[in-house]
Antibody, heavy 121, light 106 residues
Framework: QVQLVESGGGLVKPGGSLRLSCAAS????????MSWIRQAPGKGLEWVSY????????YYADSVKGRFTISRDNAKNSLYLQMNSLRAEDTAVYYC??????????????WGRGTLVTVSS | EIVMTQSPATLSVSPGERATLSCRAS??????LAWYQQKPGQAPRLLIY???TRATGIPARFSGSGSGTEFTLTISSLQSEDFAVYYC????????FGPGTKVDIK
């Protein structure tokens, strides 16, 4: 079954850290670009980060640059997001998504169910 | 940054009726636009990419049109499973999403 399953969310204090994981199955993970996208409670979607299939190319949204690190382990079919210096505004459901590259950028053709990150004292 | 807007915020439609959702970009995105459906507690699902190409497994009642800055998602005959929130996303530049249109039952 083609799917993405996120884990690692939870409650963390401002300034704290958290590592999210995404397990891929049912497709050749190493062939695809991947992304993290988040959705604050009751809000819309915000792209967070992108990593190429080999991991050699990485981009971040300005809102997380310098605090978040995306990585992947193709041998384990897994995607990660290390989140440091967390702020209240990082509170959101974080989705792992498979990215399709087109015209210099990408859209997202497979999404996980998401994992909730709550940043609060 | 390309800002996406969607209208209306909420669309009330009876089952079997046609629904027309609009999406506008702050600058031209060519045909680099996707539409997603999200139901409560679920992940978004890709419906349309390239402004008008249906994703794999998407029923023919969903159609997309437009280019440049104005786009439309049409659901020809609303089924019960179509009541959801719909987002547009441009990928002509760094990806950005619209705020969504909620389609609910009239």
């Amino acid at each position: 079954q083609v799917q993405l399953v996120e884990s690692g969310g939870g409650l963390v204090k401002p300034g704290g850290s958290l590592r999210l994981s995404c397990a891929a199955s049912g497709f050749t993970f190493s062939d695809y670009y991947m992304s993290w996208i988040r959705q604050a409670p009751g809000k819309g979607l915000e792209w967070v980060s992108y990593i190429s299939s080999s991991g050699s190319t990485i981009y971040y949204a300005d809102s997380v640059k310098g605090r978040f690190t995306i990585s992947r382990d193709n041998a384990k079919n897994s995607l990660y997001l290390q989140m440091n210096s967390l702020r209240a505004e990082d509170t959101a459901v974080y989705y792992c998504a498979r990215a399709q590259y087109s015209s210099g950028n990408w859209y997202f053709d497979l999404w996980g169910r998401g994992t909730l990150v709550t940043v609060s004292s | 940054e390309i800002v996406m807007t969607q209208s209306p915020a909420t669309l009330s439609v009876s089952p079997g009726e046609r629904a027309t959702l609009s999406c506008r970009a702050s600058q031209s995105v060519s045909s680099n636009l996707a539409w997603y459906q999200q139901k409560p507690g679920q992940a978004p699902r890709l419906l349309i990419y390239g402004a008008s190409t249906r994703a794999t497994g998407i029923p023919a009642r969903f159609s997309g049109s437009g280019s440049g800055t104005e786009f439309t998602l049409t659901i020809s005959s609303l089924q019960s499973e179509d009541f959801a929130v719909y987002y547009c996303q441009q990928y002509n530049n760094w990806p950005s999403f619209g705020p969504g249109t909620k389609v609910d039952i009239k």
